[in-house]
Structures are given as C-alpha cells and as structure tokens.
C-alpha cells in the first residue's frame, strides 16, 4: 500500500491470492495516520478501535478489475450525453422516490444552504436485462442499455469483493455485509453520470466563482466507486471534525487528487451503522481550484446500497456500548433510511408529491438533494 497525496492507495493484484494481505491494507487504509496498530501482530481487529483509528473512510484502488476501455466508454457516453440540449435531457427528469432521474445544474444543494453548479443524471440498479430493457432513459442513454447494463454488472462483482474483505479486515464472518447486496434484488444501488460546467467570476462584480461545486455531504449507501479524469477538486473532511455542523470558515480539508486511472472508493452511511461508528461516512466536497475552475469536470459514480429490508443496527461483533448514531433511524431498513434522507428528517429538503404519487424533489436555494 502507497500513501501518496494524503489518501491511502491499496494494490489490488492480490486480491484473490493474498486475501489476508489485502484486507490488512484495507484496514490500514481505514485508519489516522497518526494513531495505526501494529498491524504485524496478532489479528487484524481484535483490539484495534477503528472509532479512534479511522482515517476518512477513503481510499484509492489501483490494479482493480474493471478495464480501462469500459471506463473510457462511459466517460465518453456521459461528454455525449451532457451536451445535447436541456430538453433532451429533461425527457428523464428527477424522481425523488426511486432516486433516479436527471437533475440540472444549479437546481438543487447537496448541503441546505447552497445550490451546486453541476447537473446529473441517476441509474438505477439494473438486476436483469428485463430491468434495463424497461427502464425509462433520454436519448443517448437510450441507445447504450447494455453498455451501462454490463458496467453495472462489472462494479458488483467488484464490489462484492470490497465487502468480504472488509468483513475479513474486521475479523467478521466472509459474508457479513455481502449478504445484504443480493445481485438480484431491486434496491437503490445508483450509477450517477455527473458534469461539472465551468464556474468563473463574471465582469459583474456580484458574479462571484461559487464556494463550491458540489457542497458537503455524505453518501448514504454502503460504498461509493468514483471514477475520475484529470480535473480534480474532491476534497475529504478531516477525522478530527465530527460534528454534523461544518464550520467551513475555520476546517481544513484533505484534497483527493483526480488520478485517472484509479478508482477512488469511500464508505458510506451503512457500513457506519453496521460498525457502530468504527468504520465512518465521510464528510466530502467538491471546490473550484484555482487552475481547474474553469474547466470542465466530468466523474461518474457507483453508490452501492443494501437490500431494501436490510436492517440498520451494528452487526454482531461490532456493538459498542453507548454508541449514538449520528444520523437518526438506528434499526429501521435500508430503504426508510433513504426515503428519510430524500424526505428531509436528516436536512431541509422537500418532497412533494407529483405525477400520481410519484415523489419528485422540488430544488432551489435552502434545500438538499439526494447526495446530502
């Protein structure tokens, strides 16, 4: 494992032959860079805190199994996607209740306060080719169902093997978080294309460059696989802050640089639930550099979810005595979780009712979209 700019980077070549090793990366990787076990002796969690060891949760894979031309793909079918006119896009808007949809830029804030300059589209979980023949697309996606169909397919198997070394790294049974991502089972497993426009000063002196690209927020799935250009600007909130409250004035944060062909991976608010906290959903943003604000930046993103009815309580062998969630909702599923984070009882978003029931979010200055 190398530690270069500030997040960890994991070797996964050994993945299959060297399990044992590669989970004690992942666990390495997971942990302050002040404050590391011993990680030569005995196993690999028996006594080791990971509430105090934790470093953001994030962490960059190289040598992972997903080719390079099947990610160039969909970075080219998103540049393709993106540039067709507002209206085509708009043929696939935004559905709050199934988390899908296109969203435009600047109408709706990962964080309550702001509204981020950046548009969108969400994708479902494909389980079955029936599932992504169904599937309600703009054009350009339309026509390239089994390229996203495959990729998905692609990410779980990666996936899949992230959790069973994680359980391994926590000395829990091989199958401990795996079980509860059944391959065929309809959930809110989300494949999200995202553009970045140009954000620079206008000549109107009231035209100031946004504080932020992609304001501060969490993922709430299990696991988030981000795969970038070489436009960079993610930036990964501090372990030592731990209040919701962000004092943006005053923190500094650690830069994730863009490495092209690497993919960044960072743990999500179900993976904090069933650890009691050991293992944390990292606060994370995207800001303007100074020589990339103007330009564009194109990412795509896995975010990995349980099984709808997957519970939300520390697994066996991760309970901690007085732990307190930092989100509310401990023992409630995977899906009240997300409908509670859609509907605003973590946040100020609103969910209004439209389209015979369907949920779509209503954004604008003061509330906060699906990503918070």
């Known amino acids: 494992m190398a530690v270069g700019t500030d997040i960890p980077i994991i070797d996964f070549t050994q993945a299959s032959s060297s399990p044992d090793q590669v989970a004690r990366e992942l666990l390495r990787a997971c942990t302050d860079w002040g404050e590391r076990p011993d990680m030569n002796k005995g196993a690999m969690w028996p006594g080791a805190d990971l509430l105090s060891l934790s470093h953001p949760g994030f962490f960059f894979v190289k040598n992972h199994p997903i080719p390079q031309d099947a990610i160039d793909g969909i970075f080219d079918l998103e540049r393709r996607f993106f540039a067709q006119p507002l209206s085509a896009k708009l043929e696939a808007p935004y559905i709050a209740s199934k988390n899908a949809g296109y969203k435009p830029a600047s109408s709706y804030g990962a964080d309550a306060r702001f509204t981020d300059p950046r548009e969108a589209i969400s994708i479902n ?44 790294a926590l000395d829990l049974p091989q199958t401990t978080f795996a079980r ?4 065929d089972k309809e959930n809110f497993d989300n494949f999200e294309l995202m553009h970045y426009p140009p954000v620079t000063a206008g000549s109107d002196t009231s035209q100031r460059v946004p504080a932020f690209r992609i304001s501060p927020h969490t993922d709430w799935g299990t ?16 372990p030592k802050y731990t209040s919701p409250d962000l004092s943006l004035d005053t923190e500094t944060w650690t830069p994730a640089p863009a490495l092209p062909d690497l993919i960044l991976v ?21 800001v303007p550099t100074a020589t990339e604000g103007g330009l564009d930046r194109y ?9 709808k009815d997957a519970v939300l309580v520390p697994m066996q062998g991760m309970e901690k005595q007085g732990w307190v969630p930092r989100y509310a909702g401990a023992g409630r599923t995977a899906e009240e979780h997300i409908h509670a984070r859609i509907e605003g009882v973590h946040g100020k978003s ?13 954004s604008g200055a003061g509330e906060i979209d699906a990503r918070a």
């Open 223 to 238: 696991l988030t696989l981000l795969f970038q250009t070489t436009v960079g600007g993610l930036e990964v909130r501090p």
């Open 299 to 307: 990412t795509f993103a896995y975010f990995l979810h349980p099984d």
């Open 180 to 183: 509860y991502h059944g391959p």
């Open 266 to 286: 960072n743990i999500g608010d179900m993976l904090e639930f069933w650890t009691a906290g050991k293992l944390k959903s990292t606060w994370h943003r995207v």
């Open 125 to 168: 979980k494909w389980p079955t080719v029936e599932h992504a023949t169904a599937a309600a697309l703009p054009p350009i996606l339309n026509d390239a169902r089994q390229q996203i169909f495959s990729f998905q397919q692609r990410v779980r198997v990666f996936t899949k093997q992230l959790l069973e070394l994680m359980a391994l």
């Open 350 to 362: 609103k969910l209004k009712t439209e389209d015979k029931g369907k949920g779509v979010l209503q």
